[in-house]
């Protein structure tokens, strides 16, 4: 249904005022925002429907923005448009759950049509007349600043650093998407060959990992206070009490001195005392709790320190300090984040696929002594094994 619109574009007068819209896809499941540069007739706070491919009407609200760029050309480099939004932030963070660095890598399509093909009108139809839509990724953010944020877009074809084929082989950094492959997941959704699974499966108890390949244990495991000895297997627990303090961040984004609390497992039978300079004697260790609606979760300065909860077997991590009994949705965002990382190096893959469950304390962790019986997934560190 182009070809209309473009006979109308062609004509001297095509008694029809011309109707930009943007649609900006703001999430990983194709959620969109629907907004154009001004109403209609110089009323600037009226909304407009028009359909989108499959005739569903889609209302767009206005809102400030501005772009330039757009051109097309048949030679030369692709055009790399910039689009200026007023920096309502924290009007935008309210739909798309975060922050404008979230948006880098969404894609922006930019519609163009004329007032009577538009709902309501006498044009409408199913589906729409419209000139060919322009289609552009979000590449950088170019500048911001308390007035407003500037995007640069890039065309699908046009993405500094983007390789065909996509997979990219480096020595010693899995590709794999992590737990993509597990048997939990059904047959036709996985992806890729990591089946690393929780070894811990025991009622709500489930092994976890950061992203600087240390475990996250369950409250099953119980931390005694470090008096000089350790036992090999068993976990301790200090606490550093620094002239600075050690700091929360609360709820509010205020400061709050605090004492740190450290956990960790003796690798060793060892009188040393635990520090992560230690990699001999001593593993540093995390612990999560069982979500409760009622818990206070708390963010520190030190964001390693940020608390974990588990919640229906997905483990989260708190970004901002969560009162008790007014909690955030468990959800990527500004609020919590996903708790269970893969650090993507062989040593990451043999910390997971290693591990077993020790008999005491519940819930605890070891590395298995006899590596010869564990395999690691076929293809995940491609060039990694060296020929000889």
């Not at 930009?20 to 154009?36: A, M, Q, R, T």
Request: negative net charge; contains cysteine.
């Amino acid at each position: 249904m182009t070809n209309e619109a473009i006979q109308d574009a062609q004509k001297q007068d095509p008694g029809s005022a011309l109707v930009i819209l943007y649609e900006l896809e703001y999430n990983s499941v194709g959620d969109k925002l629907y907004f154009s540069p001004s109403g209609l007739n110089d009323d600037v706070v009226s909304e407009i429907q028009f359909r989108d491919s499959a005739g569903v009407a889609q209302t767009y609200v206005p809102f400030p923005i501005s772009a330039e760029g757009f051109d097309i050309s048949s030679d030369g480099s692709y055009s790399r448009p910039s689009v200026k939004i007023a920096n309502l932030e924290n009007t935008i963070r309210t739909v798309i759950n975060s922050d404008f660095e979230s948006l880098i890598g969404r894609r922006l399509t930019r519609r163009t049509t004329f007032q009577r093909y538009l709902v309501g009108e006498s044009g409408d139809s199913n589906p729409p007349v419209e000139l060919p839509k322009q289609v552009y990724i979000i590449d950088r953010i170019k500048s911001k600043n308390v007035l407003q944020v500037e995007f640069e877009l890039s065309t699908p074809f046009d993405l500094a650093g983007i390789q065909l084929p996509r997979r990219v082989i480096v020595g010693g950094a899995c590709p794999f998407k992590y737990k993509a492959a597990q048997t939990s997941i059904d047959f036709h959704d996985r992806v890729g060959g990591c089946d690393w699974e929780a070894k811990f499966r025991k009622t709500n108890d489930s092994l976890f990992m950061t992203r600087n390949d240390e475990y996250i244990l369950p409250p099953t495991v119980t931390f005694t206070a470090w008096a000089g000895t350790a036992t090999a297997g068993d976990y301790y627990s200090t606490v550093d009490i620094t002239p600075e303090g050690f700091y929360k961040v609360t709820s509010s984004g205020v400061l709050q001195a605090a004492n740190r609390t450290n956990y960790w497992q003796a690798l060793t039978a060892t009188t040393s005392t635990p520090s992560d300079s230690d990699k001999t004697n001593w593993r540093r260790v995390w612990g999560y709790q069982t979500y409760s609606s009622s818990g206070q979760y708390d963010a520190y300065k030190d964001s390693r320190f940020n608390e974990y909860v588990l919640e229906s077997g997905e483990l989260w991590q708190v970004k901002i300090s969560q009162d008790s009994n007014n909690h955030q949705a468990r959800e990527e965002g500004p609020y919590w984040t996903g708790g269970d990382v893969c650090g993507k190096t062989l040593a990451s893959c043999r910390l997971r696929f290693y591990a077993k469950q020790q008999t005491s304390p519940a819930g605890g962790v070891e590395v298995s002594p006899n590596k010869s019986q564990v395999s690691l997934p076929f293809g995940g560190f491609p060039g990694s094994l060296q020929k000889r």
